[in-house]
């Protein structure tokens, strides 16, 4: 199993983190922690599972997201997840979408912090891989100082190996998804309460962290550091991962390496069946403020979509960009 190393990692996010933007994202680091997007234990347990939960070896370490409040679906599907290979089973208690709340998973847990830790105290029965836990600070009218407190205090008697909480409420009546990705007001200094109260638990910290340097900056107060939209939508950022926070070379100096190292992926997956905008898709974000940035957005969004595409439109929209521009920018 891969060690546990929890400094830096890529949040979950639905829709986003599928398997194809993880061997993207991996190109470009090798010690940045990925995830899955949450998959429900319904989902995992009755599901396509070789289309839901299969992944390239490379994207190790990765861990498997479930949603779900039933003990027993928790450790069935954590077991499965286990089986297939995953390096840790997280447990979702911070997504805040009408579906999660309908199907008594997601932030609405925040509510029911006893019903959480017997999940975790369920999985952790059942399997050897770590079993970790994604909040928020709280939900709706909760003082964030004690359902923080409660949730995190009873997760951890139940077990469970690592915290990572988003920094801000999530507000169920009222704001949609995207609102409370937003809206509510982050608090860090709450995650660093937290981290201060329990020294020998390893916290992450997730919620609005633009950068590397800001990164770095939480790092003094928690053991990690979750990026979300950012390493999504600037990936190029993540070009910078290994060398500024773990020390080591990158594995891929520039994004027209990473995307050298795509090329034969790509083939394969055309190969499968899958449609080259499901893998490109996740690149837009790729090029930042260098001379054909736009070219390469507009070629892959007007020709990637075409029935048949084939990996030629990758290559030539890299062509589009200047190569002098090629090297990683400061994150």
Not at 155 to 165: F, K
Not at 211 to 233: T, W
Not at 272 to 296: D, E, M, S
Request: net charge neutral.
């Amino acid at each position: 199993m891969e060690s546990q190393d929890y400094r830096f990692s890529v949040a979950p996010m639905l829709d986003w983190t599928d398997r194809h933007c993880r061997f993207f994202h991996r190109l470009m680091s090798r010690r940045a922690r990925l995830y899955t997007e949450m998959l429900t234990t319904g989902a995992v347990i009755h599901g396509d599972r070789a289309r839901l939960l299969a992944f390239d070896a490379s994207e190790h370490p990765l861990a498997l997201q479930l949603g779900g409040s039933d003990p027993h679906d928790l450790a069935t599907a954590a077991v499965i997840g286990e089986d297939f290979g995953y390096d840790e089973i997280n447990l979702n208690v911070g997504c805040p979408s009408d579906r999660v709340q309908n199907g008594r998973f997601g932030a609405c847990l925040m509510a029911e912090p006893a019903l959480v830790a017997e999940g975790v105290a369920a999985m952790k029965r059942a399997v050897k891989i770590p079993v970790t836990v994604k909040c928020r600070i709280g939900i709706d009218d909760q003082d964030p100082e004690a359902a923080l407190d409660v949730l995190a205090r009873g997760v951890i008697a139940a077990g469970a190996d690592t915290l990572v909480v988003h920094a801000r409420k999530a507000w169920l009546n009222g704001l949609s998804p995207k609102e409370n990705r937003d809206i509510p007001p982050l608090d860090y200094d709450r995650v660093y309460r937290l981290k201060a109260a329990l020294p020998d638990v390893p916290i992450i910290i997730n919620g609005g962290i633009l950068s590397l340097a800001e990164a770095k900056r939480h790092l003094a107060h928690v053991d990690g550091v979750m990026l979300g939209r950012a390493a999504y939508q600037e990936p190029w950022r993540l070009l910078t991962v290994d060398s500024e926070l773990f020390g080591e070379a990158a594995p891929h100096a520039t994004m027209k390496d990473v995307f050298a190292a795509m090329l034969p992926y790509i083939e394969r997956q055309l190969a499968q069946g899958t449609r080259l905008h499901a893998i490109t898709r996740h690149f837009v974000g790729a090029f930042h403020g260098v001379p054909g940035a736009r070219a390469f957005r507009r070629h892959l969004a007007e020709n990637g979509v075409r029935p048949g595409a084939g990996a030629e439109v990758l290559r030539d929209a890299i062509a589009l960009v200047d190569d002098r521009a090629l090297t990683p920018v400061a994150a």
